[in-house]
């Protein structure tokens, strides 16, 4: 019995040794490299060393990107509040100068534009992007050009 529990209690231990190497990069990297390089303890600890310390300044490159992004982030939504108070007092400006009809003229121009955009946004997620609208463009007159051809060769098709 007392064999058993000491012998479980060993590859416990094994076992959480090694669950914690399993979280640590550089001990697995030390343990591969020391494998096939035939490291001593010495060396193991030295490589060891150095793949921690470069674990660490990755963590800190990778943090300060981070922080980089989100400032970034920040600055595109300044810059597009700037742009949005802009064109607000540019259409409240240009408003004072037209008359009630050339302002409904360009409330409905304005509103044109927007159904324009939604419908080239939908395009292009279907997968319709500036190249595609013009091959499908080319593709539907080539098809209307065949049609008159076939329709000018064949007049017993009109009746």
């Known amino acids: 019995m007392r064999k058993i529990l000491i ?37 193991k600890a030295q490589v060891n060393e150095i793949f921690a310390e470069a674990q660490d ?4 490159i990778r943090e300060q990107a981070r922080e ?3 400032a970034a982030v920040e600055q595109r939504r300044a810059r597009w509040q700037q742009v949005r108070a802009l064109n607000e007092s540019t259409r409240e400006r240009l408003s004072a100068v037209l ?9 409905d121009m304005r509103e044109g ?12 997620r279907r997968g319709w992007g500036r190249g595609m609208e ?3 463009d080319m593709a539907r007159r080539m098809m209307r050009h065949r049609y008159k051809q ?8 009109d009746e």
């Open 150 to 157: 076939e329709q000018s060769e064949n007049p017993a098709a």
């Open 57 to 60: 300044q990755r963590e800190a």
């Open 99 to 107: 008359t009630e009809e050339q302002n409904a003229q360009l409330s």
């Open 134 to 136: 013009r091959r499908r």
């Open 7 to 43: 012998t479980s209690t060993a590859v416990f231990l094994a076992l959480g040794a090694s669950a914690a190497q399993a979280h640590d990069p550089a001990a697995q990297r030390t343990d591969w490299l020391g494998e096939r390089l035939e490291l001593n303890d010495e060396q």
């Open 113 to 124: 534009m927007k159904e324009r955009a939604i419908m080239r946004r939908g395009a292009q």
């Open 68 to 70: 980089e992004r989100k």
